[in-house]
């Protein structure tokens, strides 16, 4: 009796109600969690993860927390058949489990300082962490507090082991190798054959020494949001409230200031810079976004100091909708580039934004995350909630995006032409038991665009069980593994890992 008729004609028929064109609904499904608590368990404020990042294989994944703390974690289940994916793909290896990672290491990255001269407590807190180009089965990665960027390398040693002899012995203990000038006829002790124990070979294991290798310090006046490496592998950006600094690697003690939106009057000031992302491909051009809703798009070629900008992104306010939290709800908090740089992703509070480099005249999609928050706008500023920074990502094949929300939620959105995918999950071991239905509302033009403004409309404040929102319990990082459907999710101290 064949029990899977039923699942056949369901997918026959999702697939048959898809628009043409567009991929089907990822059905995503638990991985792994790391750092789970118990009931009722207290959370440590230096436990709470503040950063999460994949490298460009896909093969780590490192975390930093509040305590100044990196975790690093390796991919297992590309190891166990001899080969990494890609070769077990191209020889039609049958590859049917998810992504496995486990906890590799964890050193301190940052400790708390105190700033003398300004009398200001630095927080050990890891803000961002970003990957950079392995070297000789070495890991090397940055990571930044509000002051300091540090260089860390992680260098494989093999633990201690035990290797075998070459040498062929016969069942009663003498050996063939004639070179060793011992006979068959070489007599062993009283025990026999039996009480010689040769050496074993056992797995030897590689563990990740950590060390700083330099310290980018003393450059920035106001707290660090974003560093980005470039893709020359030789030269990052690392970026503030008000300027933007480049540095290379290799020299610690100078950089050179390339964005700076201070005003001569700080009174003057109208914005701040909250996010920067280097092009992925061309090691020229790089994007800041900030707090009034824009994105520049900087071409380091044109000069020295780029503040004119070669082109500005942002959406054009709808008249007669200002209000007192407009320009706050607005304010960008991260941004992405795809991984072929044709789009940006932004991320503000109420919004995701998909932007095309190419057409500065608006979003080619925007997709609604909180718009069921716009009437709790008030008690959001109260409360200090409406100033939550939330990330996002783009998968790898730039088909879907994703962001966090509040109860632990985080959404994702099908992004081509057509698609109606947006999906509710919540970071637990079972992420559909609070899955909002959403259906996105049909796509409709926006002046002379060629894609779809939708919006994922969940308008209501509680879910389909009737629970309340929490508002304490906020899923702010997340990050998309770079060539599968996997997506790695921070809820507070533990670190959820999905697959579809």
């Not at 290379?248 to 996010?275: G, R």
């Not at 991320?347 to 998909?354: E, G, N, P, S, V």
């Amino acid at each position: 009796m064949n029990g899977g008729g039923s699942v056949e004609a369901a997918e026959a028929v999702a697939e048959a109600s898809a628009p043409v064109g567009a991929p089907l609904q990822l059905e995503w499904k638990f991985a792994q969690v790391f750092g789970e608590r118990t009931a009722g368990e207290e959370v440590q404020e230096v436990d709470i993860i503040s950063a999460i990042e994949f490298d460009r294989t896909g093969d780590h994944l490192a975390t930093g927390d509040r305590g100044g703390r990196v975790v690093l974690f390796e991919r297992t289940d590309t190891r166990d058949h001899g080969g990494n994916r890609r070769d077990l793909e191209r020889m039609d290896f049958p590859i049917n489990r998810h992504p496995e990672f486990r906890y590799k290491t964890e050193f301190q990255s940052h400790e708390p300082e105190f700033d003398y001269l300004k009398s200001l407590e630095i927080e050990e807190k890891i803000n961002k962490i970003k990957w950079c180009q392995s070297a000789n089965g070495a890991l090397f990665l940055l990571s930044t507090n509000d002051k300091t960027i540090k260089f860390l390398e992680g260098s494989r040693k093999k633990g201690p082991g035990m290797s075998t002899s070459s040498k062929t012995y016969t069942a009663n203990g003498g050996c063939l190798d004639k070179t060793l000038g011992l006979g068959n006829d070489f007599s062993f002790p009283s025990g026999g054959a039996s009480s010689l124990h040769l050496p074993v070979m056992t797995s030897i294991e590689t563990s990740l020494v950590p060390r700083c290798r330099r310290i980018y310090a003393h450059a920035h006046d106001y707290h660090i949001n974003s560093i980005s490496n470039n893709s020359d592998g030789e030269t990052f950006i690392s970026a503030d409230d008000l300027r933007i600094n480049l540095w290379n690697l290799e020299i610690s003690n100078q950089s050179f200031n390339i964005v700076d939106v201070k005003p001569a009057n700080m009174e003057d000031l109208t914005e701040v810079i909250t996010s920067a992302e280097f092009h992925p491909t061309h090691c020229n051009i790089l994007a800041y976004s900030s707090s009034r809703g824009s994105i520049r798009l900087v071409d380091m070629r044109q000069s020295a100091l780029c503040d004119s900008h070669t082109k500005l992104f942002e959406e054009q306010e709808v008249p007669g909708s200002r209000s007192f939290f407009t320009e706050i709800i607005a304010s960008i908090s991260d941004i992405k580039f795809a991984k072929d740089g044709r789009y940006i992703l932004s991320r503000d509070y109420m919004t995701l934004k998909l932007w095309d480099i190419n057409m500065d005249s608006g979003p080619v999609s925007t997709f609604q995350v909180h718009e069921y928050l716009r009437p709790k706008l008030c008690d959001l500023y109260e409360n200090d909630s409406i100033f939550d920074k939330f990330e996002c990502c783009l998968s790898g094949d730039g088909l879907r995006v994703a962001t966090g929300s509040y109860s632990n939620l985080f959404r994702v959105f099908g992004c081509t032409d057509g698609s109606t995918e947006a999906t509710t999950l919540e970071a637990s071991k079972n992420p559909m038991r609070r899955q909002v239905q959403t259906p996105t509302r049909p796509s409709r033009s926006l002046g002379t665009l060629s894609r779809g403004f939708r919006r994922g409309a969940d308008t209501s404040g509680a879910d389909t069980n009737g629970n309340a929102f929490d508002f304490t319990t906020k899923l702010l990082h997340l990050a998309w593994h770079p060539t599968e459907n996997s997506l790695a999710c921070a809820a507070s101290n533990s670190l959820y890992m999905y697959y579809a």
